[in-house]
């Protein structure tokens, strides 16, 4: 990987797009791709692909293409994904509830390794096999599993007091569902997800289709 180079966040958030279709191509038994069929499957033209990943150093052979299984070894190591990274959701609703049963976390190479709420009826209760504890365990949890990235799922009101808790216990990173924004010291990285700017985000385009007929 080349070091000392400024790379886009828009090819950084491309990047996981390449891995999943990848993965896709790979389950479908396809050993080489082009860079036209993979921009094709996604959406993004060959010479964007080829320019995001030079980034990164030289993949595939001209007029051959890229060897599927290898490319997923590499941007899977560029992504990180090799480093197998313990992560916690912190509210049992119904969103967190999805989040615990998604069967792909850990192909991803993220282990989820604990749960928090407060309410009594889900505390020591398991959901795909990790244990639910009570919130007030979150520090001592956190620690003693080796929590690196935090997933808050909690109200808009819980969510900054749940971000300090997850910051002060030593979280890498938060990965934010909840609708506001949380503030982070520049040391923790975080990513948030908020669902309902993204619906009136389609709502706005849909209606203005409407209008324009």
């Known amino acids: ?25 790979q389950e479908e038994g396809v050993e080489i791709i082009s860079s036209e069929e993979l921009g094709r499957r996604i959406g993004v033209t060959p010479e964007q692909i080829r320019k995001d990943l030079a980034s990164f150093g030289e993949f595939g052979k001209k007029g051959v293409g ?9 941007i899977g190591e560029i992504l990180g994904l ?11 609703g119904h969103l967190g509830w999805a989040l615990a049963n998604y069967r792909n976390f850990a192909s991803l190479g993220f282990n989820l390794v604990a ?3 407060i309410d009594p009826a ?7 096999d990790v244990q ?10 956190v620690k003693e599993k080796g929590v690196q990235i935090g997933v808050i799922t909690v109200p808009a009101e819980q969510a900054q007091d749940v971000a300090n ?8 990173g938060i990965w934010n569902f909840a609708p506001i924004k949380v ?31």
């Not at 639910?132 to 949890?141: G, K, P």
């Not at 808790?165 to 890498?172: F, N, S």
């Open 1 to 25: 990987m080349k070091g000392h180079i400024v790379i886009s966040k828009a090819t950084i958030d491309r990047l996981p797009l390449y891995f999943r279709t990848l993965r896709q191509a």
């Open 66 to 74: 890229y060897y599927v299984r290898e490319l997923i070894r590499h």
């Open 82 to 92: 090799h480093r197998n990274w313990n992560i916690a959701i912190v509210g049992v």
């Open 115 to 117: 749960i928090f709420d």
């Open 122 to 128: 889900k505390v020591g209760q398991k959901v795909n």
């Open 132 to 141: 639910v504890y009570h919130l007030q365990a979150l520090e001592t949890v």
């Open 165 to 172: 808790r997850l910051v002060a216990a030593g979280v890498r």
């Open 183 to 213: 503030n982070v010291p520049p040391s923790v990285r975080i990513v948030s997800e908020d669902l309902s700017v993204g619906l009136s985000s389609l709502s706005y385009y849909l209606s203005r289709q409407l209008c324009d007929k």
